[in-house]
């Protein structure tokens, strides 16, 4: 493999024993240090009162620095160690930084309670430029910081979730993950590892993907009851302490900390319903591809469809994704250009680094670093648009200030949906008919996970929580839940009888107590980027700066104020619906060719 493929990390740090890592990791604990005996001193309620304006132009000027050295500290040592997994030091860098700056969350406590009770910030704010450059950043902190309860009980509440929520968590993955499945395989009894059976549900043999789906059901007999046990006692506690925080329900809160509302909940919601039908009609056409009369069984759901031969060399995938990434704007097409040509891509398959794909946007450098693992397969050059939006959002906000540069999980792959939807649709209009179908299908697919399969998810975790606020919910009654889910999202697109009840122990985002609801934000940001996309093709380059302006502004606004910046109204249901009507339109296509296209397929 050629160099181009490799990264280089020599913008940040010229290495571990270099000068530049060792003063700044010094700087570090000299900064922390200062911050926390500052706060000590200064970040009182009193002081606050005192000398609002002084104290809090302080905190953000200390907390900016603090965030540039720390930020380049771990993402250099997180990036070399994705890149060589078994680089002992990086892993050591990575944690000792962590654990140096986790004395500062303290800090942020400090300034909640003293924001909590400053009567006019919006008045101190006003006095400012660098508070008033921040306003977004404080209010936030001031919003949430009313769900907070006393620093006493914040840290018992830390202390007892390490033996109850996490530790809960912690069991559902060693579960899961020393799960093996008894499986009939190239004729004989084999025990495989969960991960590898739930993988074979792509496999291209139909009899392979139905042996693994019931193969995969059988296992979970194993672990069922303490899965339950795990489910049960981690949703216990997010209802006992959103609650006691003071929110109205887990959903509420899951809300205010993606800066949104149930108003556009609903209003996505409704549009998400309104195209169930289609859906379905996706799902019935796949299964008369199958072979499977007219509902398709859980287990094909992911089965491969057409075909497409062509395979991409490195370069010409370079060259692909920077003639469209151009065809959008300048200023996207030379920040394809620049991360190809200046390699902040680490793209070569090898031995010790990590699978998947992420993109790290680097704001102390004004850069990023892009790792995936390029196959020359199309899927390959779409992961690699993908994160190139990720790193287009990154270029946009690197004139922000660091406090106004992180973004909520709705908004945070609108970006690079975007920019993978350039590079399908330019990759439909030239393929040939047999492509075309194999092209669509995974955008299909694709696109039916994060809207049908998402929405049986939201509305399992709506009942969960609605029963669990009395009792304890029995194995029985989750995978009745869980099928009752499926059957109202998916309706007659699937086999009823052959759906998936253990859905629930296979996905881990249940588990998280700090992250519930973790399935509408998915949606959000689909048709988010769907619903972008649509404005492009009415406006043309005109809509370029919006969509810049808006990618700026995400770091420091409600989702509804950076919609508003390029023109869209979220509580509209007519705006979700227009996004949705792409995939709807699709839909059509894709019936019409599997009609005739079909039957090569397999
Ligand atoms: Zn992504």
């Known amino acids: 493999m050629t160099e181009e493929m490799r990264w280089t990390l020599d913008a940040l740090y010229d290495g571990f024993d270099g000068e530049a890592f060792r003063q700044d990791l010094k700087k570090c604990d000299v900064l922390t240090e200062k911050f926390s005996q500052w706060a000590k001193g200064n970040l009182t309620k009193e002081e ?45 860098y990575l944690e000792s930084v962590q654990k140096k700056t986790a004395v500062l969350a303290g800090v942020d406590t400090r300034l909640a309670a003293c924001l909590t009770d400053l009567a006019d910030l919006e008045g101190i704010i006003g006095q400012s430029s660098l508070l008033t450059e921040h306003r977004f950043f404080l209010t936030e902190i001031r919003r949430l910081g009313r769900y907070r309860l006393s620093e006493p009980e914040e840290t ?9 929520s996490r530790a809960w968590a912690k069991l559902h993955e060693t579960l899961t993950a020393g799960l093996s499945v008894d499986i009939a395989w190239e004729g004989e009894q084999k025990s495989l590892p969960w991960t590898v059976v739930r993988n074979l549900a792509y496999d ?23 899965a339950a046990a795990c489910l049960n006692n981690i949703k216990g506690e997010v209802i006992t302490l959103a609650a006691k925080r003071g929110y109205a329900s887990p959903l509420e809160q899951a809300l205010l900390e993606s800066r949104m509302d149930g108003g556009i909940l609903e209003a996505l919601l409704g549009a ?36 497409l031969a062509g395979r991409y060399s490195y370069r010409e995938a370079r060259d692909y994704i920077v003639r469209h990434f151009y065809s959008f704007s300048e200023r996207m097409g030379a920040l394809a250009e620049q991360a190809f040509d200046n390699r902040w891509i680490d793209a070569e398959p090898r031995r010790g680094k990590v699978g998947g794909a992420f993109c790290s946007n680097l704001h102390a450098i004004r850069e990023s670093r892009i790792l995936s693992n390029f196959d020359s397969s199309f899927n390959s050059v779409i992961t690699l648009a993908h994160e190139l939006g990720h790193a287009y959002h990154g270029l946009c906000l690197h004139q922000e200030s660091a406090l106004n540069s ?42 039916a996970q994060v809207v049908v399969d998402i929405y049986s998810r939201f509305l399992f975790e709506s009942e969960l929580f609605r029963l669990r606020e009395s ?19 998916y309706g007659d697109g699937l ?28 949606t959000f940001g689909l048709l988010l980027a769907l619903g972008l996309y649509a404005e492009y093709q009415k406006c043309g380059r005109e809509f370029v700066p919006r969509y810049d302006a808006l990618l700026a502004a995400t770091g420091k606004n409600s989702l509804a104020d950076v919609a508003r910046i390029a023109g869209i109204d979220l509580y509209s249901g007519a705006f979700w619906r227009q996004s949705l009507s792409q995939v709807v339109e699709n839909v059509e296509i894709f019936v019409k060719l599997s009609a005739t296209g079909g039957q090569t397929a397999g």
């Open 471 to 489: 009792r304890s919910l029995a194995v029985e009654e989750l995978k009745e839940l869980m099928l009752q889910a499926q059957k109202e999202a």
């Open 204 to 226: 291209a043999d139909p009899a392979v993907r139905q042996t693994a789906y019931q193969a995969e059901l059988a296992a979970y007999g194993k672990v069922e009851e303490a």
């Open 406 to 447: 992180r973004y909520p999980m709705p908004i945070a792959e609108t970006a690079s949906t975007f920019c993978e939807t350039i590079v399908t649709r330019a990759a439909l209009r030239t393929a040939e008919p047999g492509e075309k179908l194999f092209i669509l299908e995974k955008d299909l697919s694709a696109a």
């Open 495 to 522: 086999d009823e009888t052959r759906l998936h009840p253990y859905a629930w122990i296979a996905k881990p985002h249940y588990y998280n107590a700090a992250r519930n609801y973790y399935n509408f934000p998915y």
């Open 272 to 307: 998400v319903r309104d195209s169930l039908p289609s859906f379905r009609r996706y799902f019935r056409a796949k299964a008369r591809m199958l072979g499977h009369g007219n509902s398709l069984p859980f287990y094909d759901i992911f089965a491969p469809v057409g075909s």
């Open 156 to 164: 018992v509440v830390a202390q007892l979730q390490v033996t109850g």
């Open 48 to 92: 606050v009162i005192r000398h609002p304006k002084e104290v809090l132009e302080e905190y953000i000027t200390q907390k900016q620095e603090l965030s540039r050295v720390t930020s380049a500290l771990t993402q250099y040592a997180a990036l070399v160690s994705s890149a060589e997994t078994g680089h002992a030091a990086a892993r050591g």
